[in-house]
């Protein structure tokens, strides 16, 4: 037989292992608990999203049978407008383009008339000028000998 004090303190540790092991079972049950009630809240959490989203995709898609081809229609119409923008856009710039072409060329063909004009007059002016040195000449020659005209 064992003496009583170890006995007592064999005793003693069985009870606090058994006291342990209770406290140890109540904490996993306690996080079990929690475990699951959080759980549920995540699922609730989903199903309400889950609940919104079908909600939604139900209005869109009663909306949508009517707004998609008024809104198909209004994107063609914006897309032709855009366009013909474009096109005008271009045709005016082409049409600009051969304003400026015209010009240049107008500017061109002025330019060289007034040249083709200035060399008329310039040889005008030569032309004149050597008749007038000719006749001067011969005024003079004339004028040089008046004794044998005289006689």
Do not use: V, Y
């Not at 004009?117 to 006749?135: F, L, Q, W």
């Amino acid at each position: 037989m064992q003496p009583i004090s170890q006995q007592h303190h064999q005793q003693q540790a069985q009870n606090n292992n058994k006291k342990n092991d209770r406290n140890n079972n109540d904490d996993d049950d306690n996080d079990n608990d929690k475990h699951g009630h959080d759980d549920d809240s995540d699922d609730d959490d989903k199903e309400e999203n889950d609940r919104r989203q079908q909600q939604q995709q139900r209005q869109q898609q009663r909306r949508r049978p009517q707004q998609q081809p008024q809104q198909q229609q209004q994107r063609r119409q914006r897309q032709q407008q855009q366009q013909q923008r474009r096109h005008q856009q271009q045709r005016q710039q082409q049409q600009q383009q051969q304003q400026r072409q015209q010009q240049q060329q107008q500017q061109q063909q002025q330019q060289q008339q007034q040249n083709n004009n200035d060399d008329d007059d310039n040889n005008n002016d030569n032309n004149s000028n050597s008749n007038n040195n000719g006749n001067n000449n011969n005024t003079h020659c004339i004028l040089a000998f008046p004794s044998i005209w005289d006689d």
